[in-house]
């Protein structure tokens, strides 16, 4: 190899050493003092310098709260205290029937529906809605320890929605629900309900009485009058359960909601408590409702429309020799020609008017067996006033 070469290579290999140098020197150097160093020496830092790297530059400007009782507002620790009092009196109640299988003839219970319901009194008797065990065979009670019971029907009042089923618990089981008074609820105030909607059980909602003195239909076509609105959610499963004041006490049983889609859309109602205290009594003693009145048998507000006759209630019938026919009223008739007599049309109560069979009921809620009123009827176009004596009716 000539002396020429051999400078040649020498000088190349020079570079190529210098030019690996120079990398090296690239990938171990960094600006400052931020070198890579061996984990050896990164463990010695001291431990305020790790945390600074690793927390977000906007936590020391957002401090975090754990949450607490004692960082609630007082509204907020009142319900949170007032649910976990009453729902132990807050009970799921599911209804099923009876059938017999079409092909092997063996009894077996359908199920039929789920509702809501609450203790009223040490005995085990349960409030509810009459929609919720209607046409039901079987009724189950379940607390919310998930200890259930089977119930028993005692009285059921159509015209009110309102039913009472009696369980056999023990006495420390069952908490009643204090009742309070609906009749000086005011429009704002707060009303929380608790129920099963859609079958969650122990579910807490929460609003204000949207409007007092509503009036809805109930199974039987009565009108409930009186009845609580409010916006607190009230969905199907949520029926028969308590609606409640800020304090805890019973103000009305839920019993309806105002949906197109049959889903909770602002508008629930509940019977006022009111109404409750003297209906479930009568349901408890009786099985039914025990009112005043007076024994006759009236035309539908149907069949009085079609005659065009005008508002009040028409007298068909009566017993022979009762208080109806002592006090003077007269009953629609046939002539011995077959013409058609319109009896008396009842038109008002101590001056308050009738114009329809729910009207009639609806004021003798307010008398007791034995009082006396003033019917004011119309006979033959003629308007007459007859005093009678009011009867319980079976």
């Keep these: 190899m000539s002396a020429s070469k051999r400078s040649a290579i020498v000088v190349l290999a020079v ?15 960094r600006p400052n003092a931020e070198r ?11 431990a305020v310098a790790s945390k ?11 401090p975090v709260h754990v949450p607490s009782a004692g960082n609630l507002a007082d509204s907020e620790t009142r319900t949170i205290e007032l649910f976990r009092v009453t729902s132990p009196s807050v009970v799921h109640i599911t209804t099923s029937k009876v059938a017999r299988d079409y092909f092997s003839m063996n009894v077996q219970e359908i199920p039929q529906g789920s509702g809501t319901g609450f203790v009223w009194d040490k005995a085990g008797h349960i409030v509810t809605n009459n929609h919720v065990i209607q046409n039901a065979d079987v009724a189950m009670v379940a607390f919310d320890d998930q200890t259930s019971f089977p119930a028993k029907l005692v009285g059921v009042a159509p015209d009110k929605d ?12 069952l908490r009643p629900i204090p009742r309070g008074v609906s009749a000086d609820l005011e429009v704002g105030r707060t009303a929380l309900a608790i129920g099963n909607p859609f079958g969650l059980d122990q579910t807490l909602t929460t609003g204000v009485i949207s409007a007092l003195g509503r009036e809805i239909k109930s199974d039987s076509g009565v009108p409930i009058k009186d009845v609580i609105q409010t916006d607190a959610a009230i969905n199907p499963g949520n029926s028969g359960g308590p609606l409640l004041d800020r304090s805890g006490q019973l103000i009305g049983v839920n019993t309806a909601i105002y949906s197109p889609s049959g889903a909770y859309a602002g508008i629930g109602f ?3 408590v009111d109404t ?3 209906v479930v009594p009568e349901l408890i003693e009786h099985g ?4 005043p009145g007076i024994a006759i048998t009236v035309a539908s507000d149907s069949m009085s429309k079609r005659f065009k006759l005008p508002p ?16 003077g009223l007269r009953p629609t008739r046939r002539t011995r020609f077959g013409d058609i007599v319109l009896g008396d049309i009842i038109v008002a109560v101590d001056d308050m008017a009738v114009a329809s069979t729910s009207d009639l009921t609806l004021i003798f809620e307010n008398y007791e067996s034995g009082d006396v009123v003033d019917l004011t009827v119309i006979r033959q176009g003629t308007e007459l006033v007859l005093p009678v004596e009011l009867e319980t009716l079976d």
């Design 288 to 291: 039914r409702i025990i009112r």
């Design 270 to 272: 509940a019977i006022p």
């Design 276 to 278: 409750v205290r003297w």
């Design 15 to 29: 570079m190529n050493l210098g030019l690996m140098f120079m990398v090296a020197g690239l990938l171990f150097w």
């Design 36 to 46: 890579m160093v061996p984990a050896a020496v990164e463990t010695q830092r001291p």
């Design 162 to 173: 309102l039913a009472v089923l009696l369980i056999d618990a023990p006495p420390e089981r």
């Design 52 to 62: 600074v790297v690793e927390e977000p530059e906007a936590a020391p400007d957002i």
């Design 312 to 327: 009040g209630v028409l007298i068909l019938d009566m017993p022979e020799r009762g208080n109806a026919e002592r006090a």
